[in-house]
C-alpha cells in the first residue's frame, strides 16, 4: 500500500498540473456512479402503481423522466467523463515517455551495457502504461466502485435491513478468498514483466541482424529462438490468466447464493407483506448492480502490486544517477588552445582493471594526430576520453590549463565531431543525414562536406543523388560509402576537434591519403585526431601516437619514428611489403 503512495507522489506534478480537469472527473464521475441507481427504484415504484392501479399522467412523465431521460443524461457525462480521462492518461503517458528518453540520453554510456535494449523498451511501453494507468483507470475504477457499491447497499437497505443483510452477506468471505487466489497471482506479475522484457529483446535482435541470419542461413535457429522468447511470454500471460479464470466462476457462485437468499427471502416478504413487488424488483436489480463493482474491487490489491511492480521498474531508469554531470557552475568553451593528457588512467566501470594507464599527451590546436596500435590497445578508449562519456580513474585532462570536469559537458561535445568505428545512419535521405551534423547548414556547406570526405563521387552512383534514401543500416550505401558519409556530417559541424576512429578502414588506401590531405588543407587551425591502419595516410600527420596495450609507447612524426626499431617501423615495413600489417 505505501509503495502506491510513493508513485502517486511521483506522478504529483501530474495531479497538480491537470487539477481542473480531475475535479471536474471526479464530480462527473460521482454522478455516473449514483444516478444509475434513480432508474431501478423507478422501475420499482413504477410496478407498485401499475399493481396498485395507480397510473395517471403525471406518473407516466415521472417514469419517463426517470426511465428514459436521466438514463440518456448519464450517458453524455459518461461520454464527457471517458473522454477527459482518456486525454488525461495519453497526456501522462506521453509526458513520462517524453522524460524518459531525456533521461535515457542523459545516461551514462554504461547504462546500455547494463541494462538490454529490449528491456530499455519494455520500461518504457508496458510498464509506463501500467503506470500511467495509475492516474486513469485505477483512480476511476476505485472511485466508481466503492461510490456505486455504498450507493446500492444505501438504497438496499432503504428497501429492507433485514434482507439487504442476509444477501449480501456472503460477499465479503467471497471478495477474501478469491483475494487470496489472486494473491498468488501478482508473484507471476513480477516475472511476466522480465518475459516480456526478454521477449522484445530477442525479437529486436531478429530484425537487427536479418541480414546475418540469411546469409548464414540461420534462418530456422532464429525463428526457434525468436518462438520460445515469444512462447515464454504467452505461457507467463497465460499463467495469470488462469487465476483469473479460477476467479470469476468461483465468484459468480457466490453471487447465485446472494441471488437465492434475496429471492427466496424477498418473495416472502412479499407475500407477507413487509415490501411491495416493486422493491424486490429494484432490490433484486440492486444486487445486480453490485456484481461488477465487487468484483473490481477484488482486483484492486493485484492492480495495485501490477502497479508496484510496473512502477518500480520504470523509476528505477528515471532514478539512474550520472556520474558525469556539469560541476554546478560549469566554465563555459568554444576553442581551445592546448590539450593535455597527465597520468590519465581509466578503467570501465565493469572492468577492474585499467584499460589506459599513464597517458601524457598534448594535443595543441591546429594539429593533425595520428594514433595507431594494435586492436584492443586503447586508441578508441583514449580518444572519446574527449567526449566526456566517463570520467578518468586517476590522472588529468587540462583544456588550457582547467581540468575537463570544470567545463560545460555540451561545450566540451560541441567542439568536438566525432565519427565512430560503427556508422550510424538514419533513414532518412543522403543530404538529411549529413544534416544531423548541423542542422542550419548551407547548401554549399553540405556540398563542401562531401567534397572533403570524396563523398562527392558517390551521388552519381546513387539512385537518386543526394535525395537517395539511406536505411537505418546503411543498407543502400557501400562500407566506404557509409563512412565518408559520416564524415561529412563530422564535417559539416565545422568541430574543432574532428575525430575519425577507424572510420577510413573500409575505404581504399589511396582515397584514405586524399581524404586526409583534404583535411589538413581545408581545416585550417583547427584539430584533427585520426585513428587509422594505413601508415602511408598516417604518415601526413603532424604528430603520431602509437598505442600498445594501453600504454603510449612512442610519439613523433613519420620520419622521427621510422629512425629506429620499434612497433611502429615494424608494422610499417610489413605493410609496404603488403602484407597484413597487424
Ligand atoms: P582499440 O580502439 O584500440 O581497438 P578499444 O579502446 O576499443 O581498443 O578497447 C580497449 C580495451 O578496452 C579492449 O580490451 C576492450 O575490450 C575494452 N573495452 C572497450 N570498450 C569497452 C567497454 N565499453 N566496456 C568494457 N571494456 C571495453
Ligand atoms: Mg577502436
Redesign the pocket.
Known amino acids: 500500500m505505501k509503495e502506491i503512495f510513493k508513485t502517486f507522489k511521483r506522478l504529483k506534478w501530474f495531479f497538480k498540473k491537470f487539477i481542473k480537469d480531475y475535479i471536474l472527473c471526479f464530480f462527473a464521475l460521482i454522478f455516473v456512479s449514483v444516478m444509475p441507481v434513480i432508474p431501478t427504484k423507478v422501475l420499482g415504484i413504477a410496478i407498485d402503481d401499475i399493481v396498485m392501479g395507480n397510473v395517471t399522467i403525471n406518473r407516466i412523465i415521472f417514469y419517463i423522466i426517470g426511465l428514459l431521460i436521466i438514463p440518456i443524461f448519464i450517458y453524455f457525462v459518461n461520454i464527457f467523463y471517458h473522454y477527459t480521462m482518456n486525454k488525461l492518461g495519453q497526456e501522462l503517458s506521453f509526458r513520462l515517455r517524453e522524460q524518459y528518453l531525456e533521461h535515457l540520453f542523459e545516461l551514462d554510456?554504461?547504462i546500455y551495457?547494463k541494462y538490454t535494449k529490449g528491456d530499455l523498451i519494455a520500461r518504457i511501453s508496458n510498464d509506463l502504461n501500467t503506470v500511467s494507468g495509475l492516474a486513469t483507470s485505477f483512480l476511476q475504477n476505485v472511485i466508481y466502485y466503492f461510490i456505486t457499491i455504498v450507493a446500492a447497499i444505501c438504497v438496499m437497505i432503504s428497501i429492507n435491513p433485514l434482507l439487504s443483510l442476509l444477501s449480501i452477506a456472503f460477499m465479503p468471505f467471497a471478495i477474501f478468498i478469491l483475494n487470496n487466489i489472486r494473491k498468488k497471482k501478482r508473484l507471476y506479475y513480477l516475472k511476466h514483466h522480465q518475459i516480456y522484457g526478454e521477449m522484445t529483446e530477442n525479437v529486436l535482435e531478429s530484425i537487427e541482424s536479418v541480414k546475418t541470419v540469411r546469409a548464414y542461413g540461420m534462418e530456422d535457429d532464429d525463428y526457434v529462438k525468436t518462438k520460445t522468447a515469444i512462447d515464454n511470454d504467452t505461457k507467463s500471460w497465460w499463467h495469470i490468466q488462469m487465476f483469473e479464470s479460477l476467479f470469476v466462476p468461483m465468484f459468480e457462485l457466490i453471487y447465485a447464493i446472494s441471488y437465492f437468499i434475496a429471492i427466496g427471502l424477498g418473495s416472502y416478504m412479499v407475500i407477507k407483506s413487509n415490501i411491495t413487488p416493486g422493491d424486490l424488483v429494484s432490490f433484486l436489480l440492486y444486487v445486480g448492480m453490485l456484481y461488477g463493482p465487487l468484483i473490481g474491487l477484488s482486483n484492486v490489491l493485484n492492480t495495485i502490486s501490477s502497479i508496484n511492480v510496473a512502477s518500480n521498474r520504470f523509476f528505477e531508469i528515471m532514478d539512474l544517477e550520472t556520474e558525469v554531470h556539469d560541476i554546478s557552475e560549469p566554465k563555459n568553451i568554444m576553442k581551445f588552445k592546448e590539450i593535455k593528457f597527465r597520468d590519465v588512467c581509466f578503467k570501465?566501470p565493469?572492468?577492474d582493471f585499467n584499460?589506459l594507464s599513464n597517458i601524457n599527451l598534448t594535443i595543441n590546436s591546429g594539429e593533425t594526430i595520428g594514433i595507431v596500435?594494435p586492436?584492443?590497445?586503447?586508441?578508441?578508449?583514449?580518444i572519446r576520453q574527449l567526449l566526456r562519456e566517463f570520467n578518468i580513474s586517476s590522472g588529468k585532462i587540462l583544456i588550457d590549463n582547467i581540468p575537463i570536469e570544470e567545463y560545460k559537458i555540451d561545450d566540451i561535445r560541441n567542439m568536438v565531431g566525432y565519427v565512430p568505428q560503427e556508422h550510424i545512419l538514419f533513414r532518412r535521405s543522403v543530404d538529411d543525414n549529413i544534416l544531423i551534423g548541423n542542422p542550419s547548414a548551407t547548401h554549399e556547406q553540405i556540398d563542401n562536406a562531401m567534397i572533403v570526405a570524396d563523398f562527392k563521387k558517390d551521388l552519381n552512383e546513387l539512385s537518386n543523388g543526394e535525395h537517395t534514401l539511406v536505411s537505418e543500416l546503411g543498407g543502400s550505401l557501400s562500407g566506404g560509402q557509409r563512412q565518408r558519409l559520416s564524415i561529412a556530417r563530422a564535417l559539416v559541424k565545422d568541430p574543432e576537434i574532428l575525430i575519425l576512429d577507424?572510420s577510413l578502414s573500409a575505404v581504399d588506401a589511396l582515397t584514405e591519403t586524399n581524404i586526409i590531405k583534404q583535411l589538413k588543407s581545408t581545416r585550417v587551425g583547427k584539430t584533427n585526431i585520426i585513428?587509422a591502419h594505413c601508415f602511408s595516410a598516417i604518415a601526413l600527420a603532424d604528430k603520431i601516437v602509437v598505442?600498445q596495450d594501453g600504454k603510449i609507447t612512442d610519439i613523433g612524426t613519420h620520419k622521427e619514428l621510422l629512425k629506429y626499431d620499434n612497433w611502429y617501423k615494424m608494422q610499417y615495413l610489413i605493410q609496404i611489403k603488403g602484407d597484413n600489417y597487424e
Open positions: 554510456s554504461y551495457e570501465y565493469f572492468d584499460v596500435g586492436t584492443g590497445s586503447g586508441k578508441s578508449t583514449l577507424d585513428v598505442i
